[in-house]
């Protein structure tokens, strides 16, 4: 069974850093990866979809990359805003193209003023 | 266009009764899926829909069921509920299979 963890858990960072959240998933055998945040009490939001055979996907400040064979995609954030905290997940859909995506736990982001 | 709508947006149910939610996709989405967040358990895959047909199934007891209308509207229905069905229900529409997934705000259900 597909298995996806993201490290860290929680970060809290000064606003206009850098950061990068990782997602690691067991099964190589994915469709594709997408990323989503999730503000408190709220639905997700989608950021980026990679398919299988991309390596990175850019939108505004993020940039996401996926590295098949080693089962690990990251997320990277510039210049972080205080509006950017919220909780990041990640999550796969299976090589069968079956409309289940398999979660993370998620990287509850924090950004101080 | 619109984004993906559930109704209701909160419900409080006690324990043996049942309970209807409804999602309406994003206008040309054929595809509905539904997930259960729990902090315990985080998000998993319920099931999903499209052109009225179950395609797909996560595992979940019988109780859990759901249904989708000409129209790709979709609604789940869950019976006889226990404390554990207490959660935030997702649902997210797609134009196909193979297409981003797309999310509603959910519905809070929380049984007594």
């Known amino acids: 069974k597909q298995e996806v963890t993201q490290i860290p858990a929680a970060l809290s960072v000064p606003e206009g850093e850098n950061l990068v959240l990782n997602c690691s998933f067991t099964?190589?055998?994915?469709?594709?990866l997408q990323w989503f945040r999730q503000d408190p009490g709220k639905g997700l939001t989608s950021l980026l979809l990679?398919?299988?055979?991309?390596r990175e996907q850019t939108s505004g400040r993020l940039n996401a990359s996926l590295d098949k064979s080693s089962g690990r995609s990251t997320l990277y954030i510039a210049a972080s805003q205080p509006g950017d905290s919220a909780t990041y997940l990640c999550?796969?859909?299976?090589?069968?193209?079956?409309?289940?995506?398999?979660f993370g736990t998620g990287t509850r982001l924090t950004v101080i003023p | 266009k619109a984004g993906v709508t559930q109704t209701p947006r909160y419900l409080i149910k006690t324990r043996g009764q049942q309970v209807t939610l409804s999602c309406s996709p994003i206008?040309?989405?054929?595809?509905v899926s539904w997930y259960q967040q729990t902090p315990g358990q985080g998000l998993q895959f319920l099931f999903e829909?499209?052109?009225?047909?179950?395609?797909n199934k996560g595992n979940f007891p019988g109780r859990f069921s759901g249904r989708q209308f000409s129209n790709s509207r979709s609604e789940m229905n869950v019976s006889t509920l226990e404390l554990g069905d207490s959660a935030l229900y997702l649902c997210?529409?797609?134009?196909?299979?193979?297409?981003?997934?797309?999310f509603g705000p959910g519905t809070r259900l929380t049984v007594l």
């Open positions: 997210a529409s797609s134009l196909g299979a193979l297409q981003a997934q797309y």
């Open positions: 099964d190589s055998a994915i469709y594709n």
């Open positions: 990679i398919q299988s055979s991309q």
């Open positions: 999550a796969v859909r299976p090589q069968t193209g079956a409309n289940n995506l398999f």
């Open positions: 206008s040309g989405h054929r595809s």
């Open positions: 829909y499209f052109s009225e047909t179950q395609r």
